[in-house]
């Protein structure tokens, strides 16, 4: 890889992260305050994302891998994206903004993978020259963050400059995208079934018992999380947080240090431990929410937000390794997206459809919330999902090189 090709995905990375993070962290704050949204509504923007997760595999599963370069396809996809964030600012009403946001979130899902294809092609051993290109993605939703504190907009009610922020990265990323390697569609002229693009050549998987206790503890965990995307800014905001998107980009900070040191916990926690802190770490997150305040207890705002590394690295990448290792080289594509699928899709969807008439129900006022107990409901469903994972999850030393079939590999799990 040159230098310039380096660059550039590099910079394609950035972009792509701090468009996300530019006004996804503060929508609800933006919903809440400007547009007068409730929570079910504010819930129901943010389960856009999970809807865009369902949609997206089947935009590149029957278009982008078949017809079009990933480049030009991520170029034109921003360049819609674009216009559809600067249209987002000039609707005056929940209603009118919804349709939006939900056609814009099926349009940024699919180039997630999108940047991923592209970088893949350029590299000869991704394993090793992916993380510095993906590192500029949590530094482009950090940048996002701080910029948005440091320039207060939360305190000054002009949110809606978020919106024309990440449009207008969104052009430069579209522009970019057409400059890029060209990355050719790889399964050209290639027959793809339904069952290939949700990964259903996986589902064989499930006959593990401890893995189909995995996968249900994965989309059941995605429950909680729903409430921590929704609502973290809104509460910061309600309680006295001082720029709280910029106090937000802790979490990034901190998920990028665990991820550097997920190689030294593995060797010694193995897969059932390092998912399991990964629950609990959910628990302790919103038990720091329920109980913290921006005066004495500032702290344990502070500590629910940068556990957010163990939150997500412990349980969403141990477990993308997970699955990797038991589906075996012919399963592994097919196992990621079912997964994801699963997770990111029905698992967030019923999470953000959850939370907003929970966060209506504990409204006391017009501008105030019990959070205390808003807090604790996501808490106890990260405690009892831990509760059933630790009795019924089994770290075997067992691998399945096909789905169904267990054949014993002694090291092929307990080392990874």
Request: a neutral charge.
């Amino acid at each position: 890889m040159t230098s310039t090709i380096r660059v550039k995905l590099s910079t394609m990375m950035f972009l792509e992260f701090f468009i996300w993070g530019a006004w996804f962290v503060t929508m609800g704050t933006y919903l809440t305050k400007t547009l007068s949204a409730t929570g079910t509504q504010n819930a129901g923007a943010y389960a856009t994302q999970a809807l865009g997760a369902i949609v997206a595999p089947f935009i590149i599963g029957l278009i982008a891998d078949k017809y079009f370069s990933a480049q030009k396809i991520l170029g034109v996809l921003h360049l819609v994206g674009a216009a559809l964030l600067w249209y987002e600012t000039t609707v005056p009403t929940f209603d009118g903004f919804y349709p939006g946001i939900l056609a814009y979130m099926v349009i940024y899902m699919p180039t997630l993978a999108l940047v991923n294809s592209v970088s893949f092609k350029q590299m000869q051993n991704p394993s090793k020259e992916f993380p510095w290109i993906r590192v500029f993605g949590t530094l482009g939703w950090i940048v996002a963050g701080v910029i948005i504190g440091w320039l207060g907009w939360e305190q000054s009610g002009t949110l809606v400059l978020t919106f024309k922020m990440a449009a207008i990265a969104s052009v430069v990323l579209s522009l970019l995208s057409f400059t890029l390697p060209d990355t050719p569609p790889v399964k050209k002229g290639q027959k793809t079934s339904i069952g290939d693009i949700i990964g259903l050549d996986s589902i064989g998987l499930l006959k593990n018992k401890s893995y189909l206790v995995f996968f249900l503890a994965s989309v059941a965990i995605c429950i909680p999380l729903a409430f921590y995307y929704n609502f973290t800014n809104p509460f910061l905001n309600e309680v006295g947080v001082k720029r709280a998107a910029g106090i937000q980009t802790l979490g990034q900070v901190s998920e990028f240090a665990f991820m550097v040191a997920m190689p030294f916990f593995f060797v010694r926690l193995g897969v059932k431990k390092m998912l399991a802190m990964g629950m609990l770490a959910w628990a302790l997150r919103y038990v720091f929410f329920a109980y913290g305040n921006a005066e004495n207890n500032y702290w344990m705002l502070i500590a629910g937000i940068v556990i957010h590394g163990v939150c997500y690295d412990f349980f969403f990448v141990t477990g993308q390794i997970y699955t990797d290792n038991l589906a075996g080289d012919r399963f592994k594509s097919a196992a990621q997206g079912f997964i994801t699928l699963a997770t990111y899709g029905v698992g967030m969807l019923i999470g953000f459809y959850l939370s907003g008439p929970i966060v209506d129900h504990w409204q006391t006022s017009a501008t105030s919330h019990n959070w205390q107990t808003i807090w604790l409901i996501p808490g106890g469903i990260a405690a009892g999902v831990l509760l059933l994972f630790l009795l019924f999850f089994r770290d075997t030393n067992q691998i399945q090189t096909k789905p169904g079939l267990d054949i014993e590999e002694p090291s092929a799990q307990t080392e990874i």
